[in-house]
Each structure stands twice: as C-alpha cells, then as structure tokens.
C-alpha cells in the first residue's frame, strides 16, 4: 500500500582493528561492500589498512569485481593504478546474490524469499531469515506474502479487461457507477488508473492505522474518501493514491457482478495455473504464510496486522514467488490483455497539460514505467505494515526479477532496491555507469555543522542530520542513521543507497533546506526548527492528560513521572513537549495537540494537526 522510495539501508560489517593482514576476511569482504556502493573514500581507507583490490570474499567477489558490476567508472580508473588482476573471472551469480542478502544470515530476523529469471528459465530462487520468529520457522520459495501495491496492476489488468468486452471505457466518468461521489463527472476511470485524479488518499490520515485492525465496510470507506478535499483538480496533477484503486477495485465488482477476488481468480488465476494467489481473508489465512514484522533500531517485533478490507484493490493480495513469476511471464508474454491494453497498461501518461507524470518518472496503469542504469524495467512496489515487495519485468530482456520481504519498516533491506542489485549482479557490466562518491576535499572549505539540523519530508516525516565525529548522518524517521558523504560543495550523497541532497542557502549563506533526488524524482525538503520548550508543570498537563476520541480511534495523552506521552490506538507512545499552556508537539513527526482547555477545568476537546491537516476529538467519559 505504502511506497517506499527512500533511503536503502545496507548492512555493512565493520571493524575496529588497528591492523589487519590481507587476509582480514571482514576488512576484505568491507571493500567490496564500499565498492558495490560507490564509497570511494572507504575503499581508499581499506587500501590504506592492505586490502587488495582483487582479493576475493567469501562469496568469491572482489572489490574490483564489485565496481565492475555496478557500474563505478571513477573507482575503477582509481583502482587500475593499484596493480591489480582486472582479469579474474566472476564468481557465480547465484553467490552474488547470496551476498547482497547476507544481512539476513542472521537466522533470528524477519526474511526474504527472491527469484531472478529469464523467460521461464529460473536463475535464482532462495529463501533468507524467517517467515515467523517465533516459534521459528524459516522463508522458503514457496512462502506465502502479503503483497500489499503489487495488487494495482492486477486491479487495472481487471479494468483493462472488463473495457476489452466493452463494459465500460476507459474515459467514462467515475459518475457512471457513483454519481454522488464529490466531482464524479470530472474523474474519468483513465485517471484513476494513472493517479492524476486528485482524489487525497486514504492511507495519509493521521489516523489511518488506529482503525486498520477492524473490518471495514467498502461505503464506508468509500464515504470516507469522498469527504477528504481533493489534492488537486482532475488531471492537473500527479499523486500516488490508494483512494483510487480501492475505487477501481470496488468498480471492478460493480460492473463485472462478481466479488473483487472472485473475478480475479475467474479471469486471472485459475487460467494461469496461479494456486497460491488470492484475496488475503484474515478470518481464513492461506497455509504457509510469512508473518508481519517491524524490524527498527535493532528490535524485532509484531507489526500491526492489517485487516485487508481497509485495503481492497489498492492492495488486499498475497501470493508467491512462483506465482507472480507466472503473473509476469503471461502479462508479458500477451496472455492476459491484447496488445491495444497492453500498450495502454505499459504507456506512461501525462498530465493534461502536457506535463511528464511523477517529476519525469512514468506511472501507466498499475505498473511504473521506469530505467535502471538504462535498462527499460516494468514494476511495482508493494508495502504495508509487516510487508514489503517489488515485482519487475525488463522487457528487452524478459527477464523478472522479484523480492517479498515480511518486515516493514525494515532496517536489513528494502525488496525495490535489493531487486536493481539483483540486476545488476546480473548484467551489469552491459549497463551504464553509476556514481562513485566520497571526497574529503570538500570537509575543510565546507564546515559540516552548518547543515546539521530537521527538515521536513513529505507526510510529515523528518530527516535529522547531525555532525558526529567529522562527519555528517542523516535519518529519516522511523529508519537507521546512515552517513552522507560530500560530492560537492552543498551536495552529499547517501553512502548505502542512490539518493542525494542538494543544500539550498540564502544570500547570507543561511541553509533554507534541501532538494532530494533519487530514482529519477525529486522533492524541497524545508529545513525548520522545533518550537522552543516551554515550562509546564505536572497540574498543569493533567489538565490535557486523558482519552479523546476520534471515532474509530483514540489519542491518548499520558504521563510517565515528569515524561509527557501521546499514543494513538494502534500505535506507540511517543514523548510530546510542551511549546505553550494548551499546545503539545512531537519531536518524530511533524505534528501537534491543540488543546481546548480554560482555567483550571480539564480539556474538552484536542486538534491533532499533522501534514495540513486538521482532526478534532472530543474528551471521553
């Protein structure tokens, strides 16, 4: 449901010896790791301490190797003047791949089941970590996901084939089948399917997740999404929106007279022989699931467990290696639609003003349209609490390439990122280059501090960045700190993923805030301060401390000693801070509680007031 584009972490070993002979497996194993990722600088460091630049790790790779695959031009010049055998055969790659997942060896964390292969010639499939922690039970290929936004390109593959028998268009209006929906006239299925209908999705209310472990009745929900106010006018602008496709999925009953999964298994997977895919029914979960998990800051623990009727054709399907692998081949291969759908599922689409769709990366329908290193690749991104995958499809190569992970947030791997190195361990010598980062040159003439600081991503999150020990980390909420590393004056580079940040000033030399890239897209990131922390004694914050109800979920505002807390159901306590008498902010999010409160009487109502917008709950009994 969620799409996560933001911040790879990998897990790099590290070492504290003064020295270390060649043989060091963990410094040696290190350099290829620094290589893989561009960090010219550790590399350097490691060369420094006798690492050699050929000399192979466990797995058989080798730091020269790794920059080979992955494209490092700069590095490897650098490296070709160190004496080395630019010669040596590559290992394997299947024992690539078990390296890129070696972070998961750790047989007590959550896992992955991955397959990489061309046409149907499998070239890898292998199951990492544990599809339950405890008692534990193992990730195999066979292990059964939730698959949370991979489900939109079954859900438009629905509608796609429903308008090839010519019962419906794609550009009728959504007031064919909901007139009383807000602007139905103006929203054609079209922009649903692409994401430019405006309609503000569901998944951002602040208090989304406090109601999502209770079934949910599509009006209901459906009444709920018509009473947000648009993001936009229909076909003036691109967002990603969960709104939409629970709508599509909910068309997909209304027209075809079937349940949602019933037409799917009728239409889709029967025909494809697809046994181990379905609607994900917590009442009656299919055999061999993986469970949910939330792995953060070292701890491993349940993650909320998502009744799927909140998540309907935007993304209530789970399913298999196998299977998704046969969903590629035939969806590919001209199986599933003829060939005027296909090319519509496959064709990015723009703005009605002619503008390119998600700041130059292309959405089609149910699927991205994008690159990596040059190669054309079909896929998406599914997330939800407990989950994370990617399904993708390079189609001058046939080949598929798929990751499903059972842990979100997820500080080991992120399944869309793992799936590009995939590729990479594959054909990356045929691919274009990639970045070498790492230059302290630009410390001296650039003090590090004057960056430190918050800024304000997108949803309200914030990246945090500090100064420790000559050097600059950042952390994005609710993910692991990682260092950036100056490429540029004002410019950093994210050290364990293809992201960076461009720092903007004022003329006085003032940081404003940052632009992020990655992937091909880009967002302002505003840099802010925190209110300042005013007095206000324990009397004073029982006035506010009680349950307020927003109706399908409740704030609760407590206190530990003379620690304040707020706690939304379903979620964690976090500590609040008083910035005046009646107002309470959060310091992991950008959000406040603006109490209504007078004299010494207890607060009657409270405003949680997160991402523009507003929601106000009365004081329970």
Same mark, same amino acid.
């Given at each position: 449901?969620?799409?996560?584009?933001?911040?790879?972490?990998?897990?790099l070993?590290?070492?504290?010896?003064? !020295?270390a002979?060649?043989?060091?497996?963990?410094?040696?194993?290190?350099?290829?790791?620094?290589?893989?990722?561009?960090?010219?600088? #550790?590399?350097?460091?490691?060369?420094?301490?006798?690492v050699? %630049?050929?000399?192979?790790?466990?797995?058989?790779?080798?730091?020269?190797?790794?920059?080979r695959?992955?494209?490092?031009?700069n590095?490897?010049?650098? %490296?070709?003047?160190?004496?080395?055998?630019?010669?040596?055969?590559?290992?394997?790659?299947?024992?690539?791949?078990?390296? $890129? !997942?070696r972070?998961?060896?750790?047989?007590?964390?959550?896992?992955?089941?991955?397959?990489?292969?061309?046409?149907?010639?499998?070239?890898?499939?292998?199951?990492?970590?544990?599809?339950?922690?405890?008692?534990?039970?193992?990730?195999?290929?066979?292990?059964?996901?939730?698959?949370?936004?991979? =489900?939109?390109?079954?859900?438009? *593959?629905?509608?796609?084939?429903?308008?090839?028998?010519?019962?419906?268009s794609?550009?009728?209006?959504?007031?064919?089948?909901?007139?009383?929906?807000?602007?139905?006239?103006?929203?054609?299925?079209?922009?649903?399917?692409?994401?430019?209908?405006?309609?503000h999705?569901?998944?951002?209310?602040?208090?989304?997740?406090?109601?999502?472990?209770?079934?949910?009745?599509?009006?209901?929900l459906?009444d709920?999404?018509?009473a !947000?106010?648009?993001?936009?006018q229909?076909?003036?602008?691109?967002?990603y929106?969960?709104?939409?496709?629970?709508i599509?999925g909910?068309?997909?009953e209304?027209?075809?007279?079937?349940?949602?999964?019933?037409? $799917?298994?009728?239409?889709?997977?029967?025909?494809?022989?697809?046994?181990?895919?379905?609607?994900?029914r917590?009442?009656?979960?299919?055999?061999?699931?993986? $469970?949910?998990?939330?792995?953060?800051?070292?701890v491993?623990?349940?993650?909320?467990?998502?009744?799927?009727?909140?998540?309907?054709?935007a993304?209530?399907?789970?399913?298999?290696?196998?299977?998704?692998l #046969?969903?590629?081949l *035939?969806l590919?291969?001209?199986?599933?639609?003829?060939?005027e759908?296909?090319?519509?599922?496959?064709?990015?689409?723009?703005?009605?003003?002619?503008?390119?769709?998600?700041?130059?990366?292309?959405?089609?329908?149910g699927?991205?349209?994008?690159?990596?290193?040059?190669?054309?690749?079909?896929?998406?991104?599914?997330?939800l609490?407990?989950?994370?995958?990617?399904?993708?499809?390079l189609?001058?190569?046939e080949?598929?390439?798929?990751?499903?992970?059972?842990? %979100?947030p997820?500080?080991?791997?992120?399944?869309e990122?793992?799936?590009?190195e995939?590729?990479?361990?594959?054909?990356?010598?045929?691919?274009?280059?990639?970045?070498?980062?790492?230059? *302290?040159?630009?410390?001296?003439?650039?003090?590090?501090?004057?960056y430190?600081?918050?800024?304000?991503?997108?949803q309200? =999150?914030?990246?945090?960045?500090?100064?420790?020990?000559?050097? $600059?980390t950042?952390q994005?909420?609710?993910q692991?700190?990682?260092?950036?590393?100056?490429?540029?004056?004002?410019?950093?580079?994210?050290?364990?993923?293809?992201?960076s940040?461009k720092?903007?000033?004022?003329?006085?030399?003032?940081?404003?805030?940052?632009?992020?890239?990655?992937?091909?897209?880009?967002?302002?990131?505003?840099?802010?301060?925190?209110?300042k922390?005013?007095?206000?004694?324990?009397?004073?914050?029982?006035?506010?401390?009680?349950?307020?109800?927003?109706?399908?979920a409740?704030?609760?505002v407590?206190?530990?000693?003379?620690?304040? !807390?707020a706690?939304?159901?379903?979620?964690s306590?976090?500590?609040?801070?008083?910035?005046?008498?009646n107002e309470?902010?959060?310091?992991?999010?950008?959000?406040?509680l603006?109490?209504?409160?007078?004299?010494?009487?207890p607060?009657?109502?409270?405003?949680?007031?997160?991402?523009?917008?507003?929601q106000?709950?009365?004081?329970?009994?």
């Amino acid at each position: 449901m969620i799409r996560y584009t933001f911040l790879l972490t990998i897990a790099l070993n590290t070492c504290t010896a003064i !020295f270390a002979q060649v043989s060091d497996p963990v410094l040696v194993d290190s350099a290829v790791a620094a290589a893989w990722e561009g960090n010219l600088t #550790r590399v350097s460091q490691l060369e420094d301490r006798g690492v050699l %630049m050929d000399e192979p790790n466990a797995q058989g790779l080798s730091a020269w190797q790794a920059a080979r695959l992955t494209g490092r031009g700069n590095m490897m010049r650098w %490296m070709k003047g160190k004496d080395i055998d630019t010669l040596q055969e590559f290992p394997p790659r299947s024992s690539i791949a078990d390296w $890129l !997942f070696r972070s998961l060896d750790d047989k007590e964390l959550p896992g992955a089941a991955v397959l990489f292969a061309e046409g149907e010639a499998v070239r890898y499939r292998k199951g990492f970590g544990l599809a339950r922690v405890s008692p534990p039970r193992p990730v195999q290929p066979e292990t059964v996901f939730r698959i949370g936004s991979i =489900t939109k390109q079954f859900t438009a *593959a629905a509608i796609l084939k429903l308008a090839e028998e010519g019962k419906l268009s794609l550009n009728d209006s959504l007031a064919r089948w909901l007139p009383d929906f807000p602007r139905a006239d103006r929203i054609t299925v079209h922009q649903l399917l692409n994401h430019t209908s405006g309609i503000h999705p569901y998944t951002e209310s602040p208090s989304f997740l406090a109601g999502v472990s209770e079934p949910v009745r599509p009006e209901a929900l459906l009444d709920s999404i018509a009473a !947000f106010k648009s993001d936009f006018q229909p076909g003036k602008g691109w967002k990603y929106s969960n709104s939409g496709y629970y709508i599509l999925g909910y068309l997909v009953e209304k027209i075809s007279g079937k349940p949602y999964g019933k037409y $799917l298994e009728d239409t889709f997977f029967k025909p494809l022989g697809m046994t181990q895919t379905g609607v994900y029914r917590n009442e009656k979960a299919p055999a061999g699931e993986a $469970l949910g998990y939330s792995a953060a800051d070292g701890v491993v623990e349940p993650a909320p467990d998502w009744n799927m009727t909140w998540a309907g054709g935007a993304g209530n399907l789970y399913s298999t290696l196998d299977d998704l692998l #046969r969903w590629n081949l *035939a969806l590919h291969g001209g199986k599933v639609l003829q060939d005027e759908m296909y090319r519509a599922m496959t064709t990015p689409y723009s703005y009605t003003d002619g503008s390119p769709s998600e700041n130059g990366q292309g959405y089609g329908y149910g699927l991205s349209i994008g690159s990596f290193r040059g190669e054309p690749i079909y896929g998406h991104s599914g997330g939800l609490q407990g989950f994370l995958g990617f399904l993708g499809y390079l189609p001058e190569r046939e080949a598929t390439v798929i990751t499903l992970a059972n842990a %979100m947030p997820n500080e080991y791997i992120v399944p869309e990122e793992k799936a590009m190195e995939l590729i990479s361990a594959w054909y990356g010598e045929g691919l274009s280059g990639q970045r070498t980062i790492g230059s *302290a040159q630009f410390r001296k003439a650039n003090p590090l501090k004057v960056y430190s600081g918050y800024y304000e991503y997108p949803q309200g =999150t914030i990246l945090q960045i500090r100064e420790k020990g000559g050097a $600059l980390t950042a952390q994005l909420t609710g993910q692991a700190e990682m260092e950036i590393v100056p490429v540029a004056i004002d410019s950093f580079a994210w050290s364990k993923a293809e992201a960076s940040a461009k720092f903007r000033r004022a003329a006085s030399g003032q940081i404003l805030g940052l632009t992020h890239y990655q992937n091909g897209r880009s967002f302002e990131a505003p840099k802010f301060e925190f209110p300042k922390v005013v007095e206000m004694d324990t009397t004073a914050f029982d006035r506010l401390a009680g349950t307020y109800s927003l109706g399908s979920a409740d704030i609760r505002v407590f206190r530990k000693g003379t620690e304040y !807390f707020a706690q939304l159901t379903g979620q964690s306590p976090f500590p609040v801070f008083p910035k005046s008498e009646n107002e309470l902010f959060f310091k992991v999010v950008r959000a406040s509680l603006r109490f209504e409160q007078e004299g010494e009487a207890p607060a009657t109502a409270v405003t949680l007031v997160q991402g523009g917008t507003e929601q106000r709950a009365t004081r329970k009994e």
